[in-house]
């Protein structure tokens, strides 16, 4: 009991601040390399078409000619699944974008002129943020029509309330700091107080919400996909994938490729964002 | 501190109601006035097989052919009368089409959130009672795991195994007890992360209080330091997570009705969305705000009066994006 239990309850030093980069940090971002070559180079890593399917091969498990096996129509899933990178990549990029911008403009409003102003913008965040956010995406992407841009801007717009809430707090606080004051006492102007310190003291905490708020979008879009609220196929979302490989049941690699390769990298923009939370 | 209560209380009803009333209004919003026009195109669509006397009956019911804000006051007016209009896909009153399947969301739901919460009080315990090399650090890795998985992957993955390898349940079969089980379980895996992360940090907090460790040297094992002193102060603001992920449930059963072939809002919603029904579409997300809202009003509304620390501190109950984030 006493030494070693006690010793357990002081405030650990976390193993990872010894190297700055843990390995499994390394690890998250070699896959997000990797992701990210798959998306703009996807023929550097497969020759196939990933359209073209050859009847006669039609569901082949998992081998070195084809590493993902094959689907119903004999066309190679790895194939598939890289082509199909760069489509459900930029959409959460889209939907990271359109949240950081349209709920960091609200929440920089709201926090920084006050008043009424806030108090209206505030109750539109509320709203934002009592509709369940898989149900808004679905509301808006009915609205809009069934394509995967308009998947990516429904994820994003779902994620306007928690930006412009994050964004508020960040700069109510740095309104009140005394550099601030000081800046308002030396003459600067509301607009130079406004770029020169809210804004880049603000951009870290927005920065690690986009970052958790990526591999949320993925997530999302791909739950959009897998519903069929985005391209129809020949396209293949990682979701549209998924949701395609489900109506084979004695093909489980269908589902699992995928599926892996989505979990694969949500985890690791996960592990990142925590990494960057620690390194605060 | 009794007046303050009852007034910071009465504004967050006041709140509470004009939220939702906003909820309603951004729905038909987002429906009417973004491109495209639902209604007319449902109503048109020969496979819908409206006669012109229903479609002229159904046109003047909503008032279509009259600009969008009268028509927005209309809703309006219609919802505090409880009022919620007629689906343009079955021609049924909305309430009622609600009505039928809200019991079966709210069991899932429910299911859901008791097995998110057995197992992040599981994962909890487990954090402090395994040791630190071997098994912990695993355990600590789980919420961020199943933060990552999408749901549509675990209710997927569980049909896979229970239902066509091990045929513990039916797919058609999809009211039965067990098959409930296992939605609810693919339902509440991502929801059980975000409470047990939450929980985990209380935990690791009030574990390093000098009080543990008074409790410690007086001889107390882990067990029972975690049950009698460590797991009260941790499992409060957990109430706060749990009420916020009330969202998540309702949201994810779109997508675990689906997968387990299970009548719901969910499928609800689903059906609704691709023939663009818009009444029923704005109840259901307005029923879903005000779920949310209720929830989160009862439990900040509670946490003053379960954590005597903040009702002696006289301190406002903690913000919410504080305790998410």
């Known amino acids: 009991m006493s030494v070693s239990a006690l010793s357990r309850a002081r405030p650990v030093i976390r193993r990872g601040q010894a190297s700055r980069f843990p390995p499994t940090v390394v690890a998250s971002f070699a896959v997000l390399a990797l992701v990210l070559l798959w998306s703009l180079v996807p023929t550097l890593f497969t020759g196939q078409d990933p359209a073209r399917g050859v009847p006669a091969d039609k569901f082949l498990g998992p081998s070195t000619a084809h590493w993902f096996g094959t689907d119903h129509l004999g066309r190679d899933l790895f194939a598939r699944v890289v082509h199909g990178t760069a489509s459900s990549v930029t959409s959460a990029l889209v939907a990271v974008g359109i949240g950081v911008l349209v709920g960091g403009l609200i929440g920089l409003i709201a926090g920084f002129v006050g008043g009424w102003v806030d108090a209206v913008l505030a109750r539109l965040v509320d709203v934002l943020l009592a509709i369940p956010s898989f ?18 801007i ?29 800046s308002y006492l030396q003459g600067g102007s509301r607009w130079h107080i406004l770029v020169r310190h809210v804004l880049p003291n603000a951009s870290r905490s927005v920065l690690m919400l986009a970052v958790l708020q990526f591999g949320l979008s993925i997530l999302i879009i791909a739950g959009l996909a897998f519903l069929g609220y985005g391209d129809p196929p020949p396209a293949s979302d990682w979701g549209l994938l998924i949701s395609i490989g489900k109506d084979y049941p004695l093909a489980q690699w269908l589902v699992y490729a995928p599926a892996l390769v989505t979990i694969a990298t949500v985890l690791s923009v996960n592990r990142i964002s925590r990494w960057l939370r620690k390194t605060d | 501190m009794n007046r303050d209560y009852a007034r910071y209380a009465l504004r967050r009803v006041l709140q509470a109601i004009v939220v939702i009333l906003l909820a309603y209004v951004f729905t038909f919003v987002v429906i009417s006035v973004l491109p495209g026009d639902p209604v007319t195109n449902t109503l048109r669509n020969p496979q819908n097989g409206f006669t012109e006397e229903e479609i002229a009956r159904i046109v003047s019911y909503y008032g279509l052919d009259r600009p969008v804000y009268e028509q927005l006051w209309d809703s309006l007016s219609r919802l505090l009368v409880g009022d919620l209009g007629i689906s343009l896909r079955s021609g049924l009153p909305v309430g009622r089409l609600i009505g039928d399947v809200l019991g ?38 789980f919420p961020s795991l199943f933060l990552s998985v999408p749901n549509f992957v675990i209710g997927l993955v569980l049909i896979n195994v229970f239902a066509f390898q091990l045929g513990l349940f039916r797919v058609i079969d999809s009211e039965g007890g067990l098959a409930t089980f296992f939605a609810a379980i693919a339902l509440g895996i991502p929801v059980s992360a975000q409470v047990a992360e939450v929980l985990i940090a209380n935990l690791d907090h009030e574990a390093g209080q000098e009080y543990a460790s008074v409790a410690r040297s007086r001889g107390l094992g882990q067990t029972g330091l975690f049950l009698r002193h460590l797991l009260k102060p941790s499992a409060l603001p957990v109430v706060t997570v749990v009420a916020l992920t009330v969202g998540e449930l309702l949201g994810g059963a779109v997508i675990t009705e689906q997968i387990f072939g299970r009548t719901g809002i969910g499928s609800l919603v689903e059906r609704s969305v691709t023939t663009q029904d818009l009444p029923v579409l704005q109840a259901v997300v307005t029923l879903a705000a005000v779920i949310f809202v209720v929830v989160n009003l009862v439990a900040d509304l509670a946490y003053p009066l379960l954590d005597p620390r903040v009702r002696l501190g006289g301190a406002k109950p903690r913000d919410k994006a504080e305790v998410a984030r």
């Open chain 1, 135 to 152: 149900l808004l995406a679905v509301v808006v992407v009915s609205s809009l029509g069934f394509e995967t841009i308009n998947a990516a």
């Open chain 1, 154 to 182: 429904a994820t994003g717009v779902s994620a306007v309330g928690v930006f412009a809430r994050v964004m508020r707090s960040e700069v109510l606080k740095t309104r009140r700091a005394v550099f601030v004051e000081a």
């Open chain 2, 104 to 141: 079966s969301t709210l069991l899932l739901a429910g299911s859901a959130l008791v097995v998110a919460l057995v197992l992040a009080f599981a994962i909890g315990f487990g954090t402090r009672y395994l040791p630190k090399r071997y098994g912990q650090g695993l355990l600590r890795a």
